[in-house]
């Protein structure tokens, strides 16, 4: 690189050297800037009109001749060879002394090595025009300086993963991914660096973070880009090939432990029927298990898969959704689509699907959903939670991420068992309190969830939030006597029985509500999976998992009192005590004797 060159790429100035000098005033900084960036000769109206747009003096013209023979005072009192040349088109700088050149002459061709592009980003040392003032600042001009430099960044993280530098891939992806929170080039490139780095827990942490900022902010699913990311990248050391693009690898299992039959069993299932609706507690990974089987679908018969995540109706009105139901319908017949329902409500869900079946689109289609989706033909899956085993075993290797180099001493071991049992077997929670041992050592983490479990996930970390954000939904989705019925079950620290539920339980402030109304009640949380059936010696009986039970009582049981859902006499005064103090009513006859 020349000893002296204009530099625009951070801070305005004459670069000698490896010394920066400024003009002390910020037109002529300006001014050096606006010439230093410009490609061509830049014409005075256009010089005029970035430097006084709010405050132009009496005569424009005269003042910008006044500014220029300033300028080239200045590089004549620094001894540069740097000149400013007058032509009938305007004013430029001499060719090729600007950090703005040299980036792209490193950068141009598609060729370019990873050691160009790293030495092109190396020009950079900030925002562009760092110290011009804004009202002297061409916006549009920063804007497309920082675009290219964006674009040469993921250009260089996809270079270092063909060369198989996963560490500097995601050292160069992941301000980026900060920085442009809803770029999804960048998160996509991220997610592969990641893996490759043997993070998958992080890749997949990212995946959820912007699935779920694209839907909030913006109101769409994730695009191509970022799904093929997902699906290819979910699992084993990757493979690349020539553009750095994770290729065809056996999913493993760290993300989906316990699984494999369940997923078997899901094959079977789409062998026969069209529809099939993954159901489950928020937490279970509903999402994930459909993503998971996706991943394989090729190895299953499916010829391809189309991935579509629903966003808030409100957020993108039903253009939108119209586009991603018309793309899965030109699907090949062979093929599988599977839709993540997201936030959206049950109805809108089934509106979807429906259109699917009478537009003859895939031969498959399988749906995780909050709860069934009540078509004709629909075959329902209830995805269950962990098994001890695989609770523990991805409790530690989530620990393992949470703090490196952290080996759980055999003494620790009962504290690891009653954290998962306290888990209840939901991934999502499992995942969340692993994340709490950067804070807590395993006795007290421990302790906290025994006495609040609730209040100590609430927020604490990304699987925390998605348990939360998934609980959330389906308690916007039920009934006032749904949820007065789901309030009472949830100070219960045992199970229940059909017998146990009375028919004069009320549904607030006293009043008596039908039979028909309870049983209704409890079918509706057990297809939403907030009560677990499963049977005992006795007969069918029923269960809260206590990640969710202990959720209901932190987020919903105060709000419930405000608005009058707990009956005001003496078992209902009981029914809040429990809540409020966290012991246990001690007779579930409390359900049908509050009123």
């Not at 979807?352 to 629909?378: D, F």
């Not at 995942?431 to 983490?445: D, H, N, V």
């Amino acid at each position: 690189m020349s000893e002296e060159y204009v530099a625009v790429l951070g801070t305005v100035g004459l670069m000698r050297d490896g010394v920066l000098h400024t003009p002390r005033a910020p037109l002529l900084r300006a001014l050096l800037g606006l010439l230093g960036a410009g490609q061509a000769p830049l014409s005075p109206e256009y010089l005029m009109g970035v430097l006084w747009r709010h405050d132009p003096p009496h005569d424009p013209r005269s003042a910008l001749h006044l500014a220029m023979s300033r300028l080239r005072n200045y590089l004549r009192a620094n001894g540069t060879q740097i000149g400013i040349t007058t032509t009938d088109a305007g004013y430029r700088l001499d060719a090729g002394r600007t950090d703005l050149v040299l980036f792209r002459e490193w950068t141009a061709g598609s060729g370019a090595s990873f050691e160009a592009l790293s030495r092109a980003l190396d020009l950079w040392r900030g925002r562009p025009f760092a110290n011009v003032p804004g009202k002297r600042c061409d916006s549009r001009l920063v804007d497309v300086l920082l675009s290219e430099r964006d674009a040469v960044t993921i250009r260089a993280a996809r270079a270092a993963l063909d060369q198989g530098a996963a560490a500097a891939a995601v050292a160069l992806a992941e301000p980026l991914c900060h920085a442009e929170s809803l770029d999804e080039a960048a998160h996509a490139v991220l997610i592969e660096a990641l893996v490759a780095a043997g993070r998958q827990g992080a890749a997949a942490l990212v995946y959820d973070e912007i699935r779920r900022r694209l839907a909030a902010e913006l109101g769409i699913g994730p695009g191509t880009l970022l799904r093929q990311a997902h699906l290819a990248c979910l699992d084993e050391p990757p493979r690349h090939d020539g553009r750095g693009a994770c290729r065809a690898r056996r999913p493993a299992t760290d993300h989906l432990l316990g699984r494999q039959e369940e997923l078997a069993r899901m094959a079977e299932l789409l062998a026969g029927h069209r529809v099939v609706t993954i159901i489950g507690p928020p937490g279970v990974g509903k999402a994930s298990f459909a993503a998971r089987f996706a991943a394989d679908a090729a190895g299953r018969g499916f010829a391809g898969v189309h991935h579509v995540r629903l966003a808030e109706p409100a957020a993108h009105g039903p253009e939108q959704e119209g586009i991603q139901v018309q793309e899965a319908v030109q699907e090949p017949g062979d093929s599988m689509l599977v839709i993540d329902s997201g936030p959206c409500a049950s109805g809108r869900v089934r509106g979807v699907v429906e259109r699917l079946i009478r537009e003859r689109g895939p031969r498959a289609v399988l749906v995780a959903a909050v709860r069934p989706l009540g078509i004709s033909g629909e075959v329902i899956w209830a995805l269950r939670p962990l098994d001890p085993a695989s609770a523990e075993l991805l409790f530690r290797r989530r620990a393992g991420e949470a703090v490196p180099g952290l080996a759980l001493a055999e003494r620790e071991q009962p504290y690891v068992r009653e954290l998962c049992r306290q888990a209840d077997g939901l991934p999502a929670v499992v995942e969340s309190l692993a994340s709490l041992l950067r804070t807590f050592p395993p006795r007290e983490l421990a302790r906290h969830a025994a006495a609040n479990l609730g209040a100590l996930i609430d927020g604490a970390n990304p699987p925390a939030a998605r348990f939360t954000a998934g609980l959330d939904r389906v308690w916007h989705e039920l009934t006032a006597p749904q949820r007065a019925m789901l309030l009472r079950l949830a100070v219960l620290r045992r199970d229940f029985g059909l017998e146990d539920i009375g028919t004069d339980c009320t549904q607030e402030a006293g009043r008596p509500v039908e039979a028909g109304t309870v049983l209704n009640s409890l079918v509706a949380l057990v297809d939403c999976g907030l009560v677990l059936p499963f049977e005992a010696g006795a007969g069918r009986r029923y269960r809260l998992l206590d990640p969710i039970r202990a959720m209901i009582v932190h987020r919903y049981a105060a709000q419930a009192a405000l608005t009058a859902v707990g009956p005001p006499q003496a078992g209902g005064r009981a029914w809040w005590d429990s809540i409020r103090t966290g012991r246990p009513v001690s007779e579930l006859s409390l359900i049908r004797s509050d009123c």
